[in-house]
């Protein structure tokens, strides 16, 4: 079992950005308000994350580590219109079989808080949190020197866990996010309602002022939405780390939906060819396939023809606003 989770492990945790991406998303389906994100040496030593979410009851930390154990769907027919970023329930297994996980939460009706470290004892024990849940992961790839030997620099995997991180914090201005990394404060960005809050994140985050260079999007189109920013084409020039997009409030890496935005700046990119972009594609649950990859950043859609059309058509529009 140990070696099945192992294998399963190589899908799910890449490297720490995938553990701070994982980590995330479960915060955020617990209700989070706040997100706490801590890394040294690029996550290499240790990675902690912190919510104030619903936390786990006692009885249930032993589940919350166990393989395909979800608290977020209970039928085939919820997966078809799933809303959490979790739905899978390998992730914490995952992460555990390849690292020292401990896993710290009080019950939003619990007296105390409880913890859990499946590599040294299945019970829980009381342990001090004054609320929501608490990830500590060490000692990464300790015990597979092979997967270990993968990893690179500290620099190059903490620019890994800014993307994971910025990627999640883009995805609900709502939340409040903060990422300390070998002791420095690295992002700190506050719950934000209203459009100027929006952007004002959307340039912490990005950067480069992408906030006096972008243009609003925001069209609608048989039962779609995209809506946020593309950089004008003049500020687009070599970011390929600078485009994010989302599916239904899931942030995903998609061919059909990059390539719809591309092509919309063809002519004007000449050869500049990573335009920066913040877009939100929202649609019916049931249209699109989230479970297409272990590690939910790939979708497929029902209909890629479509969301393609639809994507092209709207960022076109909003770069033709901006020409005119
Ligand atoms: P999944 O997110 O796909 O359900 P995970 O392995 O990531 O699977 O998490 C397993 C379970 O542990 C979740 O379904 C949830 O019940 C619980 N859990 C994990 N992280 C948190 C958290 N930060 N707050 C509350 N519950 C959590
Ligand atoms: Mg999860």
Redesign the pocket.
């Given at each position: 079992d140990q070696l099945i989770s192992q294998i399963a492990a190589g899908e799910v945790v890449e490297r720490p950005a995938s553990i701070v991406k994982?980590?995330m998303?479960?915060?955020l389906?617990?209700g989070?308000g706040w997100i706490h994100v801590t890394i040294e040496h690029g996550g290499l030593r240790r990675i902690v994350v912190a919510?104030d979410?619903?936390?786990?009851a006692r009885d249930?930390l032993g589940l919350?580590v166990a393989r395909h154990?979800?608290?977020?769907i209970d039928s085939l027919d919820a997966l078809e219109s799933v809303a959490?970023?979790?739905?899978?329930?390998?992730?914490?297994?995952s992460i555990a079989s390849v690292s020292q996980l401990t896993l710290t939460?009080r019950a939003v009706d619990a007296d105390r808080a409880y913890a859990i470290t499946p590599a040294t004892s299945a019970e829980p024990r009381p342990a001090a949190l004054d609320r929501?849940?608490r990830?500590e992961v060490r000692e990464l790839f300790a015990r597979i020197p092979a997967r270990r030997k993968f990893l690179r620099a500290p620099a190059t995997e903490f620019a890994h866990i800014r993307k994971a991180f910025n990627q999640l914090a883009l995805s609900r201005f709502d939340i409040g996010f903060v990422l300390h990394h070998d002791g420095t404060e690295v992002a700190r960005i506050a719950p934000a309602h209203g459009p100027d809050a929006m952007q004002q994140r959307v340039d912490k985050l990005i950067g480069g002022a992408f906030g006096d260079h972008a243009v609003a999007v925001d069209e609608q189109a048989a039962g779609m939405r995209l809506s946020g920013w593309i950089a004008t084409p003049g500020f687009s020039r070599g970011q390929a780390d600078r485009q994010y997009s989302y599916v239904n409030h899931r942030p995903i890496r998609d061919k059909v939906f990059n390539h719809g935005v591309r092509l919309a700046y063809r002519d004007l990119l000449h050869n500049q060819r990573h335009p920066a972009y913040v877009l939100y594609l929202t649609l019916d649950a049931r249209q699109v396939d989230v479970n297409a990859h272990p590690a939910k950043a790939e979708v497929r859609f029902r209909e890629s023809r479509l969301v393609h059309d639809f994507v092209f058509r709207s960022v076109g529009r909003a770069l033709a606003a901006v020409e005119a």
């Open positions: 994982e980590l998303e479960n915060s389906d617990a989070a919510d979410g619903n936390g786990i249930d919350a154990a979800t608290s977020k959490s970023l979790g739905f899978r329930g390998e992730a914490l297994a939460s929501g849940t990830v």
